[in-house]
């Protein structure tokens, strides 16, 4: 697969414009709204879950090109891989209960954001 297919794949994926059904429920859409959701796809058991991984990696690009006011929001380590973030966001989704009932565009956004913020000037 192309990079440029790859890119708008997960953006796709990301945005919720591509859903999974099952034959057994032709109408059940699996899309990963809320915490909710992410939970009950993406199980705290190490492994990493491709629809995950994209949505996360989808956010985590908007993050670090979207830059209100002039400043970003967030800024990534270098060298940093996608599983290594994953593996942070997965982390603070599970480690926040609470707010797992919150869209899940914000609480990727808040983990990301607790752990790469931009040192401000």
């Not at 709204?33 to 058991?45: F, I």
């Not at 919150?102 to 913020?117: G, I, M, P, R, T």
Request: aromatic share 10%; proline share 6%.
């Amino acid at each position: 697969m192309g990079i440029a297919r790859l890119v708008c794949a997960t953006a796709a994926l990301a945005s919720g414009l591509i859903t999974k059904t099952s034959a057994a429920e032709p109408n059940a859409s699996y899309l990963l709204n809320t915490g909710n959701d992410y939970v009950a796809e993406c199980p705290n058991t190490g492994r990493i879950y491709p629809l995950c991984l994209a949505y996360v990696h989808g956010l985590a690009d908007g993050l670090s090109i979207v830059a209100p006011g002039g400043r970003l929001m967030v800024c990534y380590p270098k060298g940093m891989t996608m599983g290594q973030l994953w593996t942070v966001v997965n982390q603070w989704i599970y480690a926040h209960p609470a707010d797992w009932h919150l869209a899940l565009n914000e609480l990727v956004a808040k983990a990301l954001y607790d752990s790469f913020a931009c040192p401000r000037k």
